[in-house]
């Protein structure tokens, strides 16, 4: 089989930050552990934010795109895919075009796809793109602290890291966060999500080998990361140390799909040659991992402080903006 490497990457956020202490002026608790959340303005869904997120990840790419794999579950429309419209938006011609959703995971499995199409040998590079584009019920930020943005990797059979694709589990499976076809209402087990999530860790560690095996990494990139999951990574063997660096959850919220992709890509960003990077993916139970070997140092983008550097606006500023933007032609 070829290499399966990343060859380059991209991320996408909206500017517009909503600070915890203004969610708690409205509900009475901020944001889950969060000091802001990104918000999207009204020209920036799900695709927008996967074209800005692509055409930053191939700004210095000349070669052929073979296969562009979507991985979002918040799709503007149903029964019509994404991957071949983001194509087109791109200007990419003759390229296999697969979306990926249903669950957060979708990131780590369009990425593994990726690793399996390149390691075939028949193409030589799949661009995958993660992008979520919130859009929370009344009460649900002060669950989960929804936000929005997209990421893009470009993978090859050579580039900057190597991916190993560690063995996934599917053994646990449970209704945690879902929504019943025709009800557009989230359905959520707050409780059962934390309680899973720690048992499928364990699981992966002890798959692994054991918590030593986790010193070796330097970053750890966790999809969907919740503050209350700190002491079951603790407890893992998975240090604050190895998380927080890379830990997009802090300024940007909960992300869906697109968490893991932006935490990588923070990961990828502030990396040196030689070290390695742990991805962990993961929804209703089941989990699925990724280790990235740095092998030669990436140009760095400074994609942290991209993300600190948001604007903090109340609501009524926030929508004001948009109204300058869109109606008056105001700003960017």
């Known amino acids: 089989m070829s290499n399966v490497c990343l060859k380059s990457y991209g991320i996408y956020v909206p500017r517009g930050r909503i600070a915890s202490k203004t969610i708690a002026s409205l509900y009475g608790k901020g944001l889950p552990g969060f000091k802001t959340t990104s918000v999207s303005e009204l020209d920036e869904d799900c ?25 979002t579950t918040s799709l503007p429309f149903e029964y019509k895919k994404g991957s071949s419209l983001l194509a087109q938006m791109l200007k990419i011609e003759h390229a296999w075009c697969i979306d990926i959703g249903a669950s957060f995971m979708a990131s780590a499995e369009a990425l593994w796809l990726a690793g399996q199409m390149i390691g075939g040998g028949t193409l030589e590079n799949v661009l995958v793109v993660a992008s979520e584009h919130s859009r929370p019920e009344q009460g649900e930020e002060t669950d989960f602290g929804w936000g929005s943005g997209a990421a893009a990797f470009l993978v090859s059979n050579k580039g900057i890291a190597s991916l190993n694709f560690l063995t996934p589990d599917y053994g646990i499976e449970a209704f945690d966060i879902w929504k019943l076809r025709g009800n557009a209402k989230l359905k959520y087990r707050p409780e059962m999500l934390d309680d899973n999530f720690a048992v499928a860790i364990s699981r992966f560690v002890k798959g692994m080998g054991g918590k030593d095996q986790l010193k070796k990494y330097r970053y750890a990139a966790i999809g969907l990361n919740r503050s209350r999951w700190a002491k079951a990574l603790n407890k893992a063997g998975i240090a604050a140390e190895q998380i927080d660096p890379v830990n997009c959850s802090t300024y940007l919220g909960h992300l869906g799909a697109a968490t893991l992709g932006i935490n990588l890509a923070l990961a990828i960003d502030q990396a040196a040659q030689g070290d390695l990077i742990l991805g962990i993916g993961y929804a209703h139970g089941n989990l699925v991992g990724v280790e990235i070997s740095i092998d030669s140092a990436p140009e760095r983008v400074q994609l942290l402080e991209f993300i600190q550097n948001g604007e903090e606006r109340t609501l009524a500023e926030f929508w004001q903006a948009v109204y300058d933007r869109r109606m008056r032609g105001y700003g960017n």
């Open 47 to 71: 695709l927008t934010m996967a074209y800005e997120a692509a055409k930053n990840c191939l700004a210095k790419e000349t070669g052929k795109v073979d296969a562009v794999i979507l991985a």
